[in-house]
């Protein structure tokens, strides 16, 4: 009898086994799927734009930095030059350099990158510095400063702010090389002037003349449809940096952050700085003190820019400091 019992028991059990092991095969499969889904970089979605014969573009947001958007809120360069590329500035981490080399390659070929030329040391420029130097070796000519308030292992902003599946992969190295005067130099067959303007923007800062088909890429002393970061920079030096830049020959320039890069696109830097400097000297001159000079100061002309909101009233207090102090 109870032979009879357990039969049946044991078939309907063995029965189920095949459903059993399918059922796991596919909960594994699902699990493995979605933490493939977790684990994927974060996708920049980046699309060059030619500004010149052979200079390309990546344009970012006008935002501050992320999870959202990854740092993709700073223009960088790739230069195309006989057999191989320049770039100016590299983003915010090693995923976002590594997505712009694929989609260079894919525009103007798979060449080597032979050197990276850096604006400042603001590090949504720069962190993708390393993707390059592991890939390809690439010398990197940039501010001393890099090297000063930077070091491996630091924490700066863009670790602090991007997730993990962008900013993963991404080290800090120091600049090869740096220059504290101008020099013109030549690679395979392009012509350069990397021009130093001290503290502008920030504490060094630099920006890159193309002769030959007259063009200017700015870095963040030049901004364009938002408001800029002065944090650490200074209101006199952005004005002689400014002064500097447009006495160059240029028809095309690149902005830091911007999308305007016709001969207008120094307009709004020009404008904000120098309404900064003779407004907020009124207004100390009439007896404004600290507390008081972000009122005061409003610059009504540039409320509806982008990031209005969220800078202006550091910009004034860092201007006031500046002219109150020397800072």
């Known amino acids: 009898m109870f032979k009879k019992i357990i039969n049946p028991l044991m078939v309907a059990v063995i029965a189920m086994l095949p459903m059993t092991v399918a059922h796991a095969s596919e909960t594994s499969s699902k699990s493995k799927t979605a933490a493939s889904a977790k684990t994927a970089d974060f996708d920049y979605k980046l699309k060059p734009k030619q500004v010149s014969k052979n200079v390309w573009c990546f344009f970012g947001a006008l935002e501050m930095p992320t999870k959202e958007n990854g740092g993709n809120m700073v223009n960088t360069c790739y230069i195309k030059t006989n057999d191989s590329y320049v770039l100016w500035d590299t983003g915010a981490s090693y995923v976002y350099a590594k997505q712009a080399y694929k989609a260079m390659s894919k525009v103007a070929g798979k060449l080597p990158v032979k050197a990276i030329i850096l604006s400042h040391e603001h590090d949504d420029h720069w962190l993708g510095n390393n993707y390059y130097k592991e890939t390809f070796g690439t010398k ?84 364009n449809g938002r408001i800029t970061s002065n944090r650490d920079g200074s209101v006199i030096g952005q004005l002689a940096a400014l002064e500097r830049i447009n006495s160059k020959d240029w028809t095309t320039l690149v902005p830091g952050h911007g999308f305007i890069i016709d001969k207008t696109a120094t307009d709004e830097s020009v404008q904000y700085f120098t309404l900064t400097k003779e407004r907020v000297q009124a207004a100390m001159e009439n007896g404004v003190d600290s507390t008081g000079i972000v009122e005061a100061v409003p610059l009504e002309e540039f409320k509806n820019k982008g990031l209005y909101e969220a800078l202006h009233g550091i910009n004034i207090s860092r201007a006031y400091q500046e002219f109150d102090m020397g800072l």
Request: net charge negative.
């Open 140 to 223: 990197i000519v940039g501010p001393e400063s890099v090297n000063k308030n930077y070091k491996p292992g630091d924490k700066t902003r863009m670790f602090q702010t991007l997730s993990e599946n962008a900013i993963r992969g991404t080290k800090i190295i120091p600049v090869d090389e740096w220059h504290k005067e101008v020099i013109k130099f030549t690679i395979s067959g392009v012509n350069f002037e990397y021009v130093p303007v001290g503290n502008g923007h920030s504490e060094e800062d630099y920006f890159l003349y193309m002769p030959d088909n007259k063009v200017i890429l700015a870095g963040d002393l030049v901004m």
